[in-house]
């Protein structure tokens, strides 16, 4: 159905935003029901560009929403050990989730998540200095826009 909604809509925005959404459904539903993560990051391939293709007509009451998607993406491409990538797609998910906090569209608390993975993934590579400092972003969420 894409396909033919593509070849009359083009690269309209909320088409763009739409299609994101429901490939990185579908990849989330490999993730998450299926635990097939290597399935998941197949659709996610395909939702990634989309998605920053649409974030600048993306509304502001979707930007945090569009910044957990590139979280939880990052998590399958964790798996499937594209730790760059997986750590790209966190900071950027956490990048938009900052300007969801700051514009009051999404509670601080939401924050801990990407924190909590970045702080993770860092340890995990090496990188104690930042782990440290991901951790303690993740305990106090709300602190991180005086930092």
């Known amino acids: 159905y894409f396909t033919m909604a593509r070849e009359t809509l083009g690269k ?5 935003f739409y299609e ?5 459904r ?3 539903v490999h993730a998450l029901q299926k ?4 399935m998941a990051v197949e659709f996610f391939d395909r939702s990634f560009p989309l998605i920053k293709e ?3 007509f993306t509304p502001p009451s979707e930007v945090g929403t569009q910044g957990e998607a590139l979280v939880s993406m990052a998590v399958s491409y964790w798996e499937v050990k594209d730790r760059d990538l997986a750590l790209r797609l966190t900071n950027a998910g956490a990048q938009l989730m900052e300007q969801a906090v700051g514009a009051g569209l999404m509670e601080a608390e939401a924050l801990e998540v990407p924190y ?5 993934m ?4 090496g990188n104690e200095d930042e782990a440290s400092q991901f951790e303690r972003m993740a305990t ?3 602190d991180t826009e005086t930092e």
Do not use: D, K, M, Y
Request: hydrophobic share 35%.
């Open 116 to 120: 909590t993975n970045l702080a993770s």
């Open 140 to 142: 106090r969420p709300s």
């Open 20 to 24: 994101s959404q429901l490939l990185f």
């Open 35 to 38: 635990e097939n993560h290597n």
């Open 122 to 125: 860092h340890r995990h590579l």
């Open 54 to 56: 649409a974030l600048p």
């Open 12 to 16: 309209e925005p909320r088409f763009v």
């Open 26 to 28: 579908i990849g989330s």
